[in-house]
């Protein structure tokens, strides 16, 4: 993600809230700690979302992947599903990947730029 924060410009946007800073808290003034562990909560929970976010075509493929597979364990018993499960899964994970990597990085540029014009000091 080094590359997209680069070449999208969103690395002067950490830079701006920095020098911005001052002005919300002047230097030789305490930091404001009333509301340190609601903003990290509330950090933590958009980081979570936006994961989850671009991680969703995986994770409802993988779901679907494995109660197939366990279908076709419960048919065919005597077969290792493990070993014919595994390459399919190797292979339809890398084939996800290219069909979706546009999307997910387009995704993530836009939820870590709306976090990052939020940060205190940009206003």
């Known amino acids: 993600m080094p590359v997209v924060i680069l070449s999208t410009g969103l690395y ?18 305490l930091l404001p700690v ?7 909560v509330q950090a933590v929970g958009t980081v979570f979302s936006l ?7 995986f994770i409802v493929a993988a779901v ?14 005597r077969v290792q599903i493990y070993f014919v499960m595994m390459p399919g899964q190797i292979l ?16 993530w540029r836009q939820g870590a730029g709306t976090w990052l014009a939020g940060l205190p000091g940009l206003g």
Do not use: C, F, K, N
């Open 12 to 29: 002067q946007l950490p830079l701006r809230a920095l020098a911005g800073l001052y002005q919300v808290i002047p230097a030789g003034h």
């Open 34 to 40: 009333g509301d340190s562990a609601q903003l990290v």
């Open 51 to 57: 994961a989850l976010r671009v991680a969703s075509p």
């Open 64 to 77: 679907a992947w494995h109660v197939a597979m366990g279908q076709i364990a419960r048919v065919m018993s």
């Open 92 to 107: 339809g994970g890398l084939a996800l990947l290219v069909i979706v990597a546009g999307t997910m990085i387009e995704a």
